[in-house]
């Protein structure tokens, strides 16, 4: 019996076990090792129709080059019921006997990405279209797979989140807009795999490894984030998407940290934004800071070498058989690299559990994410005379209220302990079938890009209490957008050749965007919203904006309303208001409200 050459694989309900439906593209989306569903017409007038009877091949082809060898094509045919661990097909005829309902259920290690698929059906192929294979935290046999829904609804369809920075004394929770679903989103995610160095180089065995969330997360790291040079903390932009939506070209798609989460977990990859407070930089494993210059000023700046107050890298949820199943769960990886790995600009991912227990054997990268977050601080100065005299440090200063979002609410969750013993505490280190034992590790660390110092220079045998008024003449025309400002102090005892240091950072408040909405949030109806911002500067503000974007609020595109704007709401559900303030003085204040959506 014939069967016509329709696309059959255009956008169509989806079972709600992919947890598909609210991507964006007019592609068919599902999740690997996961059965799904597709219609065959029968030409009319051919009578009854029994697959049993009727040679039916399908194939299914992924990326230029497939092949069979590497998985990227694989054929199979129709049996009486689908297997879990390959790709197979059942077929049931329609009671109209009109059409026949196919069930196709892919291998939960098959590459992702875009496929095509194809019927053979006595020698005649017919195209019956396209659909994108994702991973599956839902699937036991996936290696992305998470026991819980919970944590599941969180790290995979969450489409909103937390950034926290400031410093580990006074910690800001900023909220974020991943826009994981938003349309054109998924599509550039693999435009940028498309993209990445060894697909260029050898483009059949790239789209063969992306069955392994570990080596698409380790390309994530190279790819987003990709020329944009050392970042300190993703402080601009109110959402991570935009970023994404509004450019075709992947070496200018993610600028910034927060630009992975949307990319991961629109690929289907579990994961979580995570901050460390006081993060050290391991910039060429020196193992210790020197600075060379006898001049007291020149020793000032020079000494502007501490952590940065915050650095922010992702974690990723997997298993990892190339190491020992202990090693399985969250993985660090970082789409800001600051050092190459293998010759590449990028990071991870390393087991957190490695990082913890000091297992720096395990790939990728665990001695410099272990050193993030285990870095002892040692200051030194080189006198005209050639010696070195100790001049300050700490032993406990780095890696400091690690934190990431709570599941299942906005608050903070401290994942210290799962990073690094207690201060004070041994830590074992394994290189190379080495093992000692150290409490931490030198390190240089990176200087500040704004700094403001007070020089203190006297040789007193008494203590004396100094103090300093900052006025905002002085430093609000370089404030960095991050509103820190780190204060240094230093007396030197000539005779005694002796230096001794003490540090603060001072957190600028920010203002409050007070977001009001006038009516009831209901579905294509009319809602108006006023903002308001107090200006607590001592000048006037120039070129002020605010910007607003919401899932299902803003029809997917950022808006810029004056003091007041009017819109509909587009669908119903829960959502999030992002609101976010811009001037010549002040800049990227964020604010937000909860909204809920009524029909």
């Known amino acids: 019996m014939a069967i016509p050459g329709t696309s059959c694989m255009g956008r169509r309900p989806v079972p709600r076990s992919h947890h598909t439906d609210l991507y964006g593209e007019e592609c068919l989306i599902v999740r690997r090792g996961q059965p799904f569903n597709i219609i065959l017409h029968l030409k009319p007038g051919n009578g009854e129709f029994s697959p049993e009877e009727t040679s039916l091949m399908f194939t ?50 098959a590459p992702i990405g875009l496929y095509s698929l194809t019927l053979d059906q006595e020698g ?6 396209q659909f994108i294979l994702l991973f599956n935290a839902w699937c036991p046999r996936d290696a992305v797979y998470m026991r819980s829904e919970t944590k599941r609804q969180e790290y995979v369809l ?114 979580r934004v995570v901050t460390n407070f006081e993060s050290a930089h391991d910039a060429d494993a020196s193992l210790m800071i020197e600075n060379v210059d006898g001049n007291l000023i020149t020793i000032l700046l020079s000494f502007f070498r501490f952590p940065r107050n915050f650095h922010v890298w992702v974690e990723s949820w997997m298993t990892r058989p190339d190491l020992d199943s202990d090693f399985d769960g969250w993985q660090v990886s970082d789409p800001t690299p600051q050092e190459t790995s293998e010759g590449v600009f990028c990071c991870g991912p390393a087991p957190v559990l490695a990082i913890h227990e000091g297992e720096l054997t395990k790939k990728y990268d665990a001695p410099f994410i272990f050193a993030e977050v285990n870095a002892d601080v040692v200051d030194m100065v080189r006198l005209p005379n050639g010696q070195l005299v100790k001049f300050g440090g700490s032993t406990k200063s780095v890696g400091r209220f690690i934190s990431t979002k709570a599941v299942g609410s906005d608050d903070r969750r401290d994942i210290t302990h799962q990073y690094k013993y207690p201060e004070g505490t041994r830590t074992h280190i394994h290189t190379d079938n080495v093992m000692f034992n150290v409490s931490k590790v030198k390190i240089i660390l990176f200087p500040s890009e704004q700094t403001c110092v007070c020089t203190v220079g006297y040789s007193i045998l008494f203590a004396l209490r100094l103090s300093l008024k900052l006025e905002y003449e002085h430093y609000g025309s370089v404030i960095p957008s991050d509103r820190l400002i780190q204060l240094s102090a230093i007396t030197f005892n000539k005779q005694a050749v002796e230096y001794y240091k003490a540090e603060k950072t001072i957190v600028l408040d920010e203002p409050e965007i007070e977001i009001k909405l006038l009516g009831e949030a209901q579905v294509n109806q009319a809602l108006t919203v006023e903002l308001t911002l107090l200006n607590p500067l001592p000048e006037a503000l120039q070129d002020c904006s605010f910007t607003m974007d919401g899932v299902g609020l803003t029809d997917g595109k950022p808006i810029t309303p004056k003091a007041s704007i009017e819109f509909s709401p587009s669908s119903v559900g829960s959502t999030m208001l992002l609101v976010n303030f811009n001037s010549d003085k002040l800049k990227r204040i964020k604010s937000f409200i909860n909204v809920v959506i009524k029909e």
């Open 60 to 109: 299914v082809e992924t990326g230029p080059l497939p092949q069979e060898e590497s998985d990227t094509k694989v054929s199979f045919g129709i049996r009486e019921s689908t297997l879990d661990t390959e790709w197979s097909a059942s077929a049931t005829n329609d009671p109209s006997r009109n059409t026949i309902s196919v069930t196709i259920n892919s291998s939960p290690n």
């Open 124 to 129: 005649q192929n017919i195209s019956l279209g």
């Open 158 to 271: 969450a489409r909103h989140g937390q950034i926290y920075r400031g410093t580990y004394k006074r910690i800001n929770g900023t909220p974020w807009n991943f826009g994981q679903f938003d349309k054109g989103v998924l599509d550039i995610c693999l435009m940028i795999l498309d993209s990445n160095p060894k697909f260029v180089s050898d483009a059949s065995k790239d789209s063969s490894s992306r069955r392994s969330p570990i080596y698409v997360t380790r390309v994530l790291s190279a790819m987003v984030g990709v020329s944009v040079g050392p970042l300190w903390a993703p402080v601009s932009g109110m959402c991570g998407q935009r970023l994404l939506r509004y450019t075709r070209k992947p070496s200018e798609a993610v600028v910034m940290t927060c630009g992975s989460p949307p990319v991961a977990r629109a690929l289907g990859i579990p994961c």
